[in-house]
Nanobody, 115 residues
Framework: QVQLVESGGGLVQPGGSLRLSCAAS????????VAWYRQAPGKQRELVAS???????NYTDSVKGRFTISRDNAKNTVYLQMNSLKPEDTAIYYC?????????WGQGTQVTVSS
């Protein structure tokens, strides 16, 4: 069983930065694909960024050049560095871990971008 715990959300002004962290339990972290999703009010959950065990990254177009996903396998932790934040980035951000056909989710952390 894998548990994911996110942290680092909060309120930030437009143009500001935040770093989200997600700590995972268990022993499969380094072999899994990790990702961040987000869900804004009234919208479907969308993939923000993913990072495979081999280091391949994928970003949704709206965050390219502003967000960076990274991982520290020694700490079983995945990060999302978010720069140049915009009001449209406001959402609940969820950490995700994919291991074969199994998907694990964190509880989510709120990010609000507002002046």
């Amino acid at each position: 069983q894998v548990q994911l715990v996110e942290s680092g959300g909060g309120l930030v002004q437009p143009g500001g930065s935040l770093r989200l962290s997600c700590a995972a339990s268990g022993s499969i972290f380094s072999y899994a694909t990790v990702a961040w999703y987000r869900q804004a009010p009234g919208k479907q959950r969308e993939l923000v960024a993913s990072l495979s065990s081999g280091g391949n990254t994928n970003y949704t177009d709206s965050v390219k050049g502003r967000f960076t996903i990274s991982r520290d396998n020694a700490k079983n932790t995945v990060y999302l560095q978010m720069n140049s934040l915009k009001p449209e980035d406001t959402a609940i951000y969820y950490c995700n871990l994919k291991w074969y056909v199994n998907y694990y989710w964190g509880q989510g952390t709120q990010v609000t971008v507002s002046s």
